[in-house]
């Protein structure tokens, strides 16, 4: 039933925006904390106006003791969510980041423009349908809120055209922005959300930054949501969204992705705030231009049976991928010794036996020291009993972004759903298998990142 009473705005938003008044019920809860993550005043003032003590969600109308396990789950990641992107804000416009612009698509009670620091120089947008646009600016009108930065409020349906409207407000696609799409994609069928997601890219100039809750984060907490009669308000709304790996869907369209899980997550904001799988991506927009080149050479060990050493890695660019042992060269390096030297910091081997030049081939990828590269890479062959690592390899580890390594079979390797560098190496293992090492090195050429065929979204 619609509350039309009189509260001095308009009516109590009902449908897909009623579910913001269980994130104005998640932060005011958390700015009555003495351990709070963030203060958002203007929360309380949001679920006042809605009278939702009387007419709301049956989540919003109980009290603490009654409330579920699946809503303590829920506002405990609603809560980390808003201190993530408060966070992920202050970063994008701050000087050294430079974004001048910052887009909050379904910007539903979101009380940033009020309640945060902003640099002078900036200009926030804030987008939404009409009846949560009008809700929101007579609450706020009501208390009487100022923002702390220059805002523009811009009422859209963002399953249409919302790129002509916010240019109108004066959004500039030129300038660097952030992009905020907090809890929106869920709401959304999979060719909404990446409509969505194309359109913010194609709107995004280099610098640009957005950030996303990272999907497989949840799980545990929607699955109790789902199952859970007093959450059904919220999750009869849910579509799904995009329905693939959001990492690395970006980076098909040109984003550098960083991704951020528990760990770190804990380290800033406190263990008990964290739960298991939770955690965020982080994805920029690359300047254009010419990659420096950076020479490097790896080995193709094998074991006496013909299976291969791999390491895995993740890049921003390219994810998470399957890599020979090798890397970077030192400034007038032989190739073979340069390959020779990695692999022993990297693996402890000092008796690896290695053979002819194999392969040539060309790629991009991100480092972290120097930002997006072109690099050139010589691999050749080489044996070495089946065995791990040995010796104390955590540094060397942390230094070149080992994460894992193992063996791989060729049946194994052929199941890989992951990246490999190169991309052909199960049919290049195949025909090295077949005729042996080839009479001249074969020359791949550059093999862009994102045919990935080992790769299943």
């Not at 019920?25 to 309380?44: H, I, K, V």
């Not at 030297?341 to 081939?361: A, F």
């Not at 590269?373 to 010589?378: L, P, T």
Request: aromatic share 8%; charged share 30%.
């Amino acid at each position: 039933m619609t509350d039309d009473r009189d509260t001095g705005s308009a009516a109590t938003p009902q449908g897909v925006d009623r579910t913001a008044l269980g994130v104005a019920l998640a932060r005011a809860a958390e700015s009555a904390r003495p351990d709070r993550l963030f203060d958002d005043p203007y929360a309380a003032a949001f679920l006042r106006a809605a009278a939702v003590d009387e007419g709301g969600p049956r989540e919003l109308r109980t009290s603490g003791r009654e409330r579920t396990e699946a809503w303590q789950a829920m506002s405990a990641h609603l809560v980390l969510r808003t201190a993530w992107f408060d966070d992920y804000l202050r970063e994008a416009v701050a000087p050294d980041a430079g974004c001048t612009q910052v887009v909050l698509l379904a910007a539903g009670l979101d009380s940033r423009a009020f309640r945060l620091d902003w640099p002078d120089g900036v200009t926030l947008f804030e987008l939404d349908l009409p009846e949560m646009v009008a809700f929101k600016e007579g609450v706020l009108a009501d208390v009487g809120a100022h923002p702390r930065v220059e805002r523009q409020v811009v009422t859209v349906d963002l399953r249409e055209d919302w790129a002509t409207p916010l240019r109108a407000a004066g959004f500039d696609p030129g300038q660097p922005t952030a992009w905020l799409v907090e809890g929106l994609l869920v709401y959304l069928e999979a060719a909404d959300a990446a409509a969505l997601l194309e359109r913010i890219g194609n709107l995004s100039a280099p610098g640009s930054r957005l950030s996303l809750v990272r999907d497989g984060s949840l799980r545990r907490t929607r699955e109790l949501a789902v199952r859970d009669p007093a959450m059904a308000g919220a999750t009869r709304l849910w579509r799904g969204g995009l329905r693939r790996n959001h990492a690395q869907w970006l980076r098909h369209h040109g984003w550098l992705v960083h991704e951020t899980g528990e760990a770190e997550l804990r380290d800033r904001y406190g263990a008990d705030r964290v739960s298991d799988d939770y955690g965020f991506l982080l994805a920029e927009r690359p300047a254009l231009g010419e990659r420096p080149r950076r020479p490097a050479a790896r080995l193709l060990v094998l074991d006496p049976e013909g299976a291969v050493f791999l390491q895995r890695h993740h890049d921003a660019e390219v994810g998470p991928h399957w890599v020979l042992p090798g890397g970077g060269l030192d400034e007038g390096e032989d190739p073979l010794a340069g390959a020779l030297r990695e692999t022993v910091e990297e693996t402890g081997w000092t008796d690896v036996v290695t053979g002819p030049e194999l392969w040539r081939w060309e790629h991009d990828y991100h480092r972290g020291d120097v930002g997006l590269v072109r690099q050139h890479e010589v691999i050749f062959l080489a044996s070495a009993p089946r065995r791990d690592p040995v010796g104390d390899l955590t540094a060397s580890f942390a230094a070149d972004g080992i994460l894992d390594c193992r063996w791989f079979t060729p049946a194994e390797l052929a199941e890989v759903e992951e990246v490999l560098w190169p991309p052909q190496l199960v049919s290049l293992l195949a025909d090295l298998r077949r005729d042996g090492p080839p009479a001249k090195a074969v020359d791949l050429g550059y093999v862009p990142n994102r045919q990935e065929p080992n790769h299943a979204d």
